[in-house]
DNA sequence: CGAGTTAGACAGATTATCTGTCTAATCTGG
DNA sequence: CCAGATTAGACAGATAATCTGTCTAACTCG
């Protein structure tokens, strides 16, 4: 017994956990004196893929609408960090990719991503982190029922 | 090698299991019939606790600013779902509690998380779901600065 | 080719969120 | 027990994020 009240909190503790991660990736970001990029705008950066990515594809994935995905990819293509070019397979499509002016924002997000999951490893072990990791895989098939 | 790249995703990965969670428990809200709350607003609620909890507490575990839990708890309160008593002890603070009215939302929420909690299980395993909520658990002390 | 679908743009509205400031109540050290 | 520091929350104002709806151009498939 107990045992489904203790998992109700599972919840809980994937957000948390989710947005301390988030929030060190970030907060890295401004303090290597980058600061005119939003949170928002970072967690869609964060999903464009090395060979551009699609905004609807960015939409699904950042869980949001077209909408709000364009408008986002908007901002960042003003402030430089991103460009759309004309998708090769598919003219309606344009592919949404990184710019050489979004290097320092990628390496500082990186490095601190690294620094977190050090910690998380000295944590909890290196073993249990990757059992981590391993089962929200796996759980993706059913969490994620697009990619 | 490979490993820290394999690493990387753990964001997502955390992203889309919490996301994956939530979306379900509010679909379902909303599938019975309870359409004047938003995610937001959701999001503050799932978070008092049974004696009720002060903004500023749901501020912090909701990582959100007190003024935005503020704006989100009236509007709460101004459909019925909470109100706010004075805390007996301490005089500056008001406890946010559930209402009644609260009572068909919170019970249709975690009938649903259960629903999901065991299809999970049901892919992943009970004992791996288990190993996932100890892990995450544990890392709380990490990524919980608060509490 | 033609019906249905998909990508993204455009317009408009609402919601969520923040920074800053203020008051009242509590806590703390002398 | 008082003065300064802290904390809870209210109030005001601004901005950012997000949605629904509609439209056009391009693709897909029978």
Redesign the interface.
């Known amino acids: 017994m107990g045992d489904?009240r203790?998992?109700?909190d599972?919840?809980?503790?994937?957000?948390?956990?989710?947005?301390?991660?988030?929030?060190r990736?970030f907060d890295a970001v401004v303090a290597a004196g980058i600061t005119d990029i939003t949170l928002a705008q970072a967690r869609v950066a964060?999903?464009i893929g090395p060979d551009g990515t699609r905004v609807s594809d960015l939409a699904e994935?950042a869980?949001v609408t077209k909408q709000t995905a364009a408008f986002l990819v908007e901002q960042l293509e003003r402030a430089g960090y991103v460009e759309r070019v004309p998708d090769p397979t598919d003219g309606r499509a344009r592919l949404v990719r990184l710019t050489a002016h979004a290097g320092p924002v990628v390496r500082a997000a990186?490095a601190e991503?690294?620094r977190v999951?050090a910690?998380?490893a000295e944590?909890?072990g290196e073993e249990?982190?990757d059992?981590?990791?391993e089962?929200?895989?796996?759980?993706?098939?059913?969490?994620?029922p697009w990619r």
Chains 1, 2 share one sequence.
């Open positions: 489904r203790q998992r109700q599972l919840g809980v503790l994937l957000f948390v956990a989710n947005r301390a991660l988030e929030q990736a964060a999903r994935q869980r990186d991503v690294q999951l910690e998380w944590h909890v249990r982190l059992q981590l990791h089962i929200l895989r796996d759980l993706r098939d059913v969490t994620d």
